[in-house]
Nanobody
Framework: QVQLVESGGGLVQAGGSLRLSCAVS????????MGWFRQAPGKEREFVAY????????NYSNSVKGRFTISRDVAKNTVYLQMNSLKSEDTANYYC????????????????WGQGTQVTVSS
């Protein structure tokens, strides 16, 4: 089992920044990648970014590329999402997730999920 706990969400003005954290515990040795997803009210969950566990290879959605940065601290078993130049359309509940064998932007491949942290950007 793997447990994921997100933190760092909140209310921020447009143009501001937030850093989300995802603490990972449990049987983490088989994790292939960690991802961040988000879901706004009335919308489907969408991919934001992922980072591979070993090589640290990253991938971003076009909507956040250049503004968000995903990183990991292997020693602390923590994944971060630094969000800069936030826009009102970034408002959503943000989830971190872990995938075992398939490194993908498809949320269906992620087996474990955190409870989510709310990010609200005021314009």
């Amino acid at each position: 089992q793997v447990q994921l706990v997100e933190s760092g969400g909140g209310l921020v003005q447009a143009g501001g920044s937030l850093r989300l954290s995802c603490a990972v515990s449990g049987h983490t040795f088989n994790i292939a990648a960690m991802g961040w997803f988000r879901q706004a009210p009335g919308k489907e969950r969408e991919f934001v970014a992922y980072i591979t566990r070993n090589a640290g290879i990253t991938n971003y959605s076009n909507s956040v590329k250049g503004r968000f940065t995903i990183s990991r601290d292997v020693a602390k078993n923590t994944v971060y999402l630094q969000m800069n130049s936030l826009k009102s359309e970034d408002t959503a509940n943000y989830y971190c997730a872990a995938t075992w064998g398939v490194i993908t932007t498809d949320s269906a491949a992620y087996s474990y999920w955190g409870q989510g942290t709310q990010v609200t950007v005021s314009s």
